[in-house]
């Protein structure tokens, strides 16, 4: 296994909720980089390696909120898993929708994992944890594969 930081792309219009996820991904043994971006005109131009994004490293995973400015979450995802170059990227919608018919459209549109917000504080911080230990250290994720790390 390599020490290569995990790559994480955040796509939330938040930032209280970008600074409960940086702090969740920083208090423990897994090393990450996480990159933000604010909506999903953004993410597209980031995972397209467009503009200010020209140099942008390929995310190992999404975590991405639905209801944005601009582009929403829905319209992100559909373009993503459309994508041969980007659709194998671990994608988790995480928002505070519980809607079935999001959560249906979601899967339908191959989302990875749908977790809906928890409200508490506590309850927010182990659901980041648990799917940061999940695609760090449980998980192969395609990215890595090709590099000789994963078996």
């Known amino acids: 296994m390599t020490a290569e930081l995990l790559q994480v792309l955040i796509v939330e219009d938040d930032l209280g909720d970008v600074a409960l996820m940086e702090n969740a991904f920083s208090e423990h043994s897994i090393h990450s980089v996480l990159h933000h971006v604010e909506d999903g005109a953004e993410a597209l131009a980031f995972l397209q390696r467009e503009g200010r994004y020209r140099d942008a490293p390929r995310p190992d995973l999404i975590l991405l909120d639905l209801n944005m400015p601009r582009v929403d979450g829905r319209q992100v995802l559909t373009a993503l898993k459309s994508d041969d170059a980007l659709k194998s990227i671990p994608t988790i919608v995480f928002t505070t929708s519980a809607a079935p018919d999001d959560i249906a459209a979601s899967y339908g549109s191959h989302a990875n994992a749908y977790v809906t917000k928890p409200t508490g504080l506590d309850d927010y911080d182990r659901a ?24």
């Open 128 to 151: 980041i944890i648990a799917i940061r230990n999940f695609f760090g250290h449980t998980a192969v994720l395609p990215n890595r594969a090709s590099d000789g790390s994963a078996t």
